[in-house]
Each structure stands twice: as structure tokens, then as C-alpha cells.
């Protein structure tokens, strides 16, 4: 796809001990497709780097489907104890306990549920690239750690001549893949960690989710099958309740 030759960025102007710029640490989170639990699986990653001290920042290009929260208010969504009905950008800072906004955190948000491209020229424009990367430069900026999300599958075009994989590229952050732990997960898999290492991008993680409490045998071979063929690290993350943000578990990510 066009778009993979541009370089990397410097995120932060944090300062080390020295006094030299240093970068922010980050993920990037991608999933083997829609609807397979990346913006959980992110959410729960801020969470956790926040509730050990850090300062975190989240990140998402685009979001589509806010047509499917026709009550929902940035404002009032800053005060909610619950991650529930909540649009992904809102999910995000409310794990991240950021105080990012909307436009911050998600430059282009748009009504229908589909792909980000398509969702911008009915609305009568393009995702600029350029727009993409200045706000994800300001998010990072004077934070410890960033999460930022993809949208949909990392071959998922945000205009006719970006990817989702571009972005990242440009990102140059580790990546964590979010699958399904059930059947047909292997090859889609698979498929995405071919696409990752292809465009010289290291994988932090793999992470199976919503990850049962008793897997059947097939779940537990996919898992077994995906770490032994792909050489990364896979984690499992088990279904939360939206409701009860506190009570999720940590998800680490080597």
C-alpha cells in the first residue's frame, strides 16, 4: 500500500535524566478485524500503565459509529464511573484518567459504522495524513507512555493512499494484535503478523480476547498453535464488564 516510506517520529519532548529529548514509550493496538475487542484490549493497557504512576495519553485516528450513541455528551462522559455506552475515544480517556479531549484524542469521528474512508467522503472530505500525525504528536507530547489504536485491521485504508498500517509505520511503536480465541483465528492471525513484521514493525504481543474461563480444546490449541508458528508472546484477556471498569484485570504487555 502507498504511504509506508515516510519516516518515523520523534512522539515526546520529555527530558531524560541527562537533559536529552526522550521518547515517550508506546503500543500501537491492532486487530485481525472489526468488532474483535481492540479498544477493550487497548483501554486495558492505559489502565494499567496508569495505574502504576504513569502519565498516559491514547490515541485513535478515526473513530466511526457515533450514530450508535445519539446521547452521548464529551462532558458528561468525563464524570462516568462506568465504561459503558460509551464511544471508543471516551472509553480510552476514561481508562487512561486523561485529560485529553474528544478532538485530541480522535481528530475524525463520524456517525455511520464503517469503514473510516468510506465514512469520510459521505461526509464530504479525506483523512489528512498530516492532520493524523500532528495530533498524535500532541498527544504524546510531555506524557510517560502512549496507547494508540487502529482502526479495524491494519490494511484498513483511513483515505485512498494511507493504511491503518502506514499510520503505524509512521508510529514506528511495537504492536499488539488483538484476535478471537475461536475458530478461523489461526490463519487470520497469522495473517496480520505476516503483515506487521513485512513493514519491518516489531510485535509486543499477541492478545486473545475475550479469553473464556474454560477454553475448549480448540481455543487452548489456537493459542498453542498461534505463540509456536509466530514466535510472539501470546496473552489472554477474559470478557469485563463495561460497567465495572475498576474490577478488569491488568494486562501487561512485555
Known amino acids: 500500500m502507498p504511504g509506508l516510506s515516510r519516516e518515523q517520529w520523534q512522539v515526546s519532548t520529555r527530558r531524560d535524566e541527562t537533559g536529552q529529548a526522550a521518547r515517550a514509550s508506546g503500543i500501537f493496538v491492532t486487530g485481525t478485524g472489526t468488532g474483535v475487542g481492540k479498544t477493550v484490549v487497548a483501554a486495558a493497557i492505559a489502565r494499567t500503565l496508569a495505574a502504576d504512576g504513569r502519565s498516559v495519553a491514547v490515541f485513535k485516528p478515526a473513530v466511526t459509529g457515533m450514530d450508535e450513541f445519539p446521547g452521548y455528551e464529551e462532558s458528561a462522559a468525563r464524570d462516568l464511573g462506568s465504561a459503558a455506552n460509551l464511544p471508543d475515544q471516551a472509553l480510552l480517556r476514561l481508562a487512561a484518567g486523561c485529560p485529553q479531549t474528544d478532538d485530541e484524542i480522535a481528530p475524525y469521528r463520524y456517525g455511520p459504522p464503517m469503514s473510516p474512508h468510506l465514512a469520510a467522503g459521505l461526509a464530504g472530505e479525506e483523512i489528512d495524513p498530516e492532520r493524523v500525525m500532528a495530533a ?24 485512498p493512499s494511507w493504511s491503518v498500517r502506514s499510520f503505524a509505520v509512521e508510529l514506528g511503536y ?16 497469522l495473517l496480520t503478523v505476516e503483515s506487521v513484521r513485512q513493514v519491518g514493525l516489531k510485535i509486543a504481543a499477541i492478545v486473545l480476547d475475550p479469553w473464556p474461563a474454560e477454553p475448549t480444546p480448540i481455543e487452548a490449541d489456537n493459542r498453542e498453535t498461534i505463540a509456536a508458528l509466530s514466535g510472539a508472546p501470546v496473552l489472554t484477556f477474559p470478557r469485563v464488564d463495561l460497567a465495572e471498569l475498576g474490577s478488569w484485570p491488568e494486562l501487561r504487555v512485555p
Do not use: D, K, Y
Open 136 to 159: 498524535a504528536r500532541a498527544a504524546a507530547t510531555g506524557v510517560e507512555a502512549i496507547v494508540c489504536e487502529g482502526v479495524g485491521g491494519l490494511l484498513v485504508p483511513l483515505s
Open 174 to 189: 511495537p504492536v499488539v494484535i488483538v484476535a478471537p480465541p475461536g475458530l478461523g483465528t489461526i490463519n487470520h492471525t
